[in-house]
T-cell receptor, first 114, second 117 residues
């Protein structure tokens, strides 16, 4: 079974631009969660989608948004980029994110904001 | 209430030694505690996980010890190997919204483990 894939793997943007990151979950998985990883803040939860609905949300500004499609693929969007948005963005999928469902992480998208 | 505190930030052990990483949590709704291992350039990968109904879980060289009353849990790596050198994260999640909150993992700050040959 193929793992979680994320595209693109690397991205360079300038302040004020917007960016869209994509995540394809493991086949059959319906829950997709997004995390931001930085050296200073560690791994922080952004949001989770399940059956095309946002089910959980972290403490990030409204510039961070996402969506999930009927095939469970997910995208996250960051508008009006700031220097502090430079980070590794990780996507994780699980069957239903219920109880002990394992979250499987993708390799991440490295975003650099100049 | 949502924090998970992890220590130490970094750890150096000799090959064959025992590596111990500790975590403490505050939110009593947490009831699922996984440990993830991350190598440079890769996403985190699940190592081992525990629920509060057991005090210890062992898988190969990796053991989780769990103390519900103290709200603490720890990872022990026995016979540590150079290939274990990685960053380790503890995490927690729980059902505080009718069974829909497990998709949100709260992570500790991570421990960089270096195992010298």
């Amino acid at each position: 079974k193929a793992g979680v894939t994320q595209t693109p793997r690397y991205l360079i943007k300038t302040r004020g631009q917007q960016v869209t990151l994509s995540c394809s979950p493991i086949s059959g998985h319906r829950s997709v969660s997004w995390y931001q990883q930085t050296p200073g803040q560690g791994l922080q939860f952004l949001f989770e989608y399940f059956s095309e609905t946002q089910r959980n949300k972290g403490n990030f500004p409204g510039r961070f948004s996402g969506r999930q499609f009927s095939n469970s693929r997910s995208e996250m969007n960051v508008s009006t980029l700031e220097l502090g948005d430079s980070a590794l963005y990780l996507c994780a999928s699980s069957l239903e994110a219920a109880g002990t469902d394992t979250q499987y992480f993708g390799p991440g998208t490295r975003l650099t904001v100049l | 209430q949502q924090q998970v505190k992890q220590s130490p930030q970094s750890l150096i052990v000799q090959k064959g030694g025992i590596s111990i990483i500790n975590c403490a949590y505050e939110n009593t709704a947490f009831d699922y505690f996984p440990w993830y291992q991350q190598f440079p350039g890769k996403g985190p990968a699940l190592l081992i996980a525990i629920r509060p109904d057991v005090s210890e879980k062992k898988e190969g060289r990796f053991t989780i010890s769990f103390n519900k009353s103290a709200k603490q849990f720890s990872l022990h790596i026995m016979d540590s190997q150079p290939g274990d050198s990685a960053t380790y994260f503890c995490a927690a999640s729980g059902d505080n919204a009718g069974g829909t909150s497990y998709g949100k993992l709260t992570f500790g700050q991570g421990t960089i483990l270096t195992v010298h040959p």
